[in-house]
């Protein structure tokens, strides 16, 4: 039951036909056992391309259209849906999370500089962002709503049950973080009800110092942190 509680999939037909404001390039993904669907926003001259790790619950139709906030900000965006969500198959596990983002990071690579890669994470999301900052180069990492780890958020929701010896996902962020290189920006409200904002401290805590600035949103949720003016005044300076 561990993925219906953590994981909210959405399930696409396969010939669904994506529409968003900004030009795309829909692409499937062939990892193992499993194809990847993503979503490859193109803009003209682009600052850098956004590397984005969605949410637990939804799929591409939705996330694409958040996710054109950064195109609007010149930037290219590739997002891809998770196993199980939209359009993506194979079977659901930490280590294909794991796999199928290692994926998209090098499928960048091949048509831009790492330095020109930036990584950005929200919600469950944040770990996989994590992790994959941990294991390359990129521009810099920007997490939304992170956790300190999934058994740490587990922990808050379900305080009567073992979770740290039940829960098959881990995604132990406060581990990834202390190996990134780069720039780190968190954001995270005081008003989360899903993600503690004692987890995402708890995460900026053990980031490394000089690398890492927490961003608190007073009065931010989980899903508002966009209608903040703290928010976009930071992502100004962040994506310039």
Known sequence: MQEKILFHPT?????????????????FFKTDVAVINAIHFKTDK??????YFHGNAGDLSRWGMITEFFVEKQYDVLVMDYRTFGKSTGKLSEAA???DSEYCY?????????????????SLGTGVATYIA??????????????????????SRFPVF?????????????????KVDCPIS?????????VPYKSGRGLFEVAPTPL???????????NNLINFKEFHSNIEIILP
């Open 106 to 122: 090098n499928y960048l690579k091949q048509y831009y500089l790492e330095s020109d890669i930036i990584v950005y994470g929200r």
């Open 46 to 51: 682009p600052k850098g391309v956004i590397l």
């Open 162 to 178: 073992p979770v740290k010896y039940l829960l098959k996902y881990k995604l132990p962020s406060y581990k990834f973080i202390t």
């Open 134 to 155: 941990s294991k390359n180069k990129p521009r810099q990492l920007i997490l939304e709503t992170p956790y300190y780890s999934l058994i740490d958020v587990a922990k």
């Open 186 to 194: 968190i954001f995270h409200g005081t008003n989360d009800q899903v």
């Open 212 to 222: 890492t600035n927490f961003i608190t949103i007073k009065g931010g949720g989980h």
């Open 11 to 27: 399930v696409l037909p396969q010939d669904f036909k994506f529409e968003f404001s900004h030009p795309f390039e829909e692409l």
């Open 97 to 99: 999370l794991y796999n």
